[in-house]
């Protein structure tokens, strides 16, 4: 008798910027500000203070805090000693992930808990390895930039999926502050399923609201709330992840690719296409798959 575990076909991408793993002497801070990304830290030495929305929070060693995407924080180093951290910014476009990155505007890991996963010590470790010991480019360039940009990237979604594991033990152990109700999640998931049937008719988010008697601001709010992104957001994601599709499995040419995804030409889906991913969707083709001629219909 056979055992086939099947996974569903996946094509989706990690960005990673500002990864980290160094000092500040005492006095340092970081300017309050927001980017788009989610930010993963971990204190390695000494203390920190994070200001995210007015709320403080004070870091020491071996603990972890995740920051929503959007949120407004400030760091600052207010004690006598050094502080030694890992920090990176990243994004996935994995709708179901981010829905649990986002939960909330952060979440604290203390270090007896991130200490009952054994192994966050270990890709910490990798990681400091890879920075500090590695050979440059110059001396060994293949090895230098694709072994460790493969390495770095495993480690960071490994240390996201502990985290995650540790988050949503938390979560089990406690009934939190403004939780989702039931009525609330089933209301995100109508707006979803409405704005997935809908995905190539460009139809705009007060539409949807009225056909769910909502206002415009109730359901952006609401469906941010359960997702972690708001619908515009939640649109553009499942187009890219769509188009990326698209491009690594087919031999559909970019005019085609773009009309399917409901983009008013070519140049604009190339446009939108390299905002989101910093490629052209020309570039981001297998090579294998070569030119393809326009004329041709391959589906």
């Known amino acids: 008798m056979q055992n086939v575990i099947d996974f569903p076909n996946m ?3 990690l960005q990673v910027t500002g990864f980290q793993i160094g000092r500040y002497p005492p006095g340092w801070e970081y300017p309050r500000h927001h980017h788009h990304l989610f930010e993963l830290l971990c204190c390695l030495g000494g203390e920190v203070k994070q200001e995210i929305n007015r709320t ?4 020491g060693v071996g603990d972890w805090l995740l920051i929503n995407a959007g949120e407004r924080h400030k760091t600052t180093n207010a004690s006598q000693m050094d502080y030694e951290f890992f920090n990176v910014h990243f994004d996935l476009d994995d709708l179901d ?3 649990l990155l986002g939960t909330a505007s952060y979440r604290l890991v203390p270090a007896t808990d991130a200490a009952r996963s054994g192994k966050l010590n270990r890709y910490i470790e990798e990681m400091r390895d890879l920075t500090g010991n590695n050979p440059s480019e110059e001396e060994c360039p293949d090895k230098a930039q694709l072994g460790d940009k493969l390495l770095l ?3 960071i979604l490994l240390i996201t999926r502990e985290i995650l594991s540790l988050v949503r033990e938390q979560s089990e152990g406690r009934v939190e502050a403004g939780k989702v109700t039931p009525l609330a999640a089933d209301t ?7 704005l997935s049937l809908s ?3 460009n139809i705009s988010i007060a539409h949807v609201a009225k056909e769910l008697n909502m206002s415009r601001s109730q359901c952006t709010k609401l469906f941010t709330k359960v997702y972690g992104l708001s619908p515009r957001q939640y649109i553009s994601r499942r187009k890219l ?3 990326k599709e698209l491009l690594v499995t087919s031999y559909l040419p970019i005019s085609e690719i773009s009309e399917r995804l409901g983009f008013q030409s070519s140049s604009h889906f190339s446009r939108q296409f390299r905002r989101w991913t910093g490629h052209s969707p020309t570039a981001f083709k297998p090579k ?3 030119n393809v001629p326009e004329s041709h219909d391959y589906e």
């Open 11 to 13: 094509t989706s991408t």
């Open 199 to 201: 995905l190539f008719e």
């Open 188 to 194: 995100a998931h109508a707006i979803e399923e409405r």
């Open 56 to 59: 403080t929070v004070t870091l």
């Open 241 to 243: 992840m769509l188009a």
């Open 97 to 99: 992930i981010r829905s």
């Open 153 to 155: 990237q495993a480690n």
């Open 288 to 290: 294998h798959q070569g």
